[in-house]
């Protein structure tokens, strides 16, 4: 298949495609209104529609880590989500795709794996889940998180400031702040005071993205002026959730459930010691899921 080849698969009530390239959703249409909810990669805002990053989420400080006396270099988010899949099932309903790692890969990331990227569609939700098997021989370092956009606003004639996100409990919150470089810094600020709703004002993302390292809540809803929800993200089991928008103009929020953080700007770069690191036995395997659910 071609890099950039998409697949579709649909039922009565949604569709969804996502590409062979970083097995990336692409498009989430509501069938009964033709209404496409993903972001368009629209490069002049965001270059992407979704990216699963793996196996680092953020920034690395230096841009470096330390593994066994060796030091290697890594960008921002990890690599996955600019690699080919291949594509493992297909039927009306369902997709799965499935990446092994290679010797380019071990240049970076000196632990082997194996991740499947699976999509379910189940009446008006859209179910995404991730296998990450280690298939070497030592215990494996990594983070894992989503990164999908989503088109705000929705409606002709509306603006992003019309919506709002409400989570489903109340919730005493902070957001992690990031310094100039990206990293995570000491300070938090507070964003909700045992209130479950975030505005989407015009600076809300001024400071880049909004980080939670704790919440109640296991969903958050993309609601109107009119107090009708538009989508519901379950990200049960995630340990972090981040928000994210490009800027005061940008057409679009992202929900990026999370295993795992930027490095702190204190960081020693050792990854064992990262925040929020995930670790895997040798032959072990980590599982995880997400859920979209949109409301006509």
Request: negative net charge; charged residues 25%; proline residues 3%.
């Amino acid at each position: 298949m071609k890099r950039n080849e998409t697949i579709e698969i649909a039922n009565a009530h949604i569709s969804v495609t996502a590409k062979i390239r970083g097995a990336k959703c692409c498009s989430l249409i509501d069938l009964s209104t033709s209404t496409e909810f993903l972001w368009n990669a629209d490069p002049q805002y965001w270059g992407r529609h979704s990216c699963i990053l793996f196996p680092f989420i953020g920034k690395l400080k230096g841009g470096q880590y330390h593994i066994n006396g060796t030091t290697y270099h890594s960008g921002q988010h990890g690599f996955l989500r600019d690699r080919e899949f291949v594509l493992s099932h297909q039927d009306d309903h369902s997709l799965s795709f499935r990446y092994q790692s290679d010797e380019r890969d071990l240049e970076v990331y000196p632990f082997p794996f194996m991740v499947d990227i699976n999509y379910n569609i189940i009446g008006s939700t859209v179910e995404i889940s991730y296998i990450i098997k280690n298939v070497g021989d030592q215990t494996m370092y990594f983070s894992l998180g989503a990164h999908p956009g989503f088109t705000c606003p929705v409606g002709p004639d509306k603006k992003r400031s019309d919506y709002r996100l409400v989570f489903n409990k109340s919730e005493e919150a902070y957001t992690l702040r990031l310094d100039d470089s990206g990293l995570i810094a000491s300070q938090k600020d507070l964003i909700l005071n045992y209130y479950r709703t975030i505005p989407i004002m015009d600076h809300l993302f001024d400071n880049d993205a909004l980080i939670f390292d704790k919440l109640d809540s296991n969903q958050i809803s993309l609601v109107d002026g009119e107090d009708c929800k538009i989508w519901t993200f379950d990200f049960s089991g995630f340990t972090h959730l981040g928000i994210w928008s490009k800027d005061r103009e940008a057409p679009f929020v992202c929900i990026e459930p999370c295993y795992g953080l930027a490095d702190y700007n204190d960081h020693d770069q050792y990854l064992k010691d990262k925040k929020g690191i995930l670790s895997l036995k040798s032959r072990d395997t980590f599982e995880a899921k997400h859920t979209v659910t949109v409301h006509s």
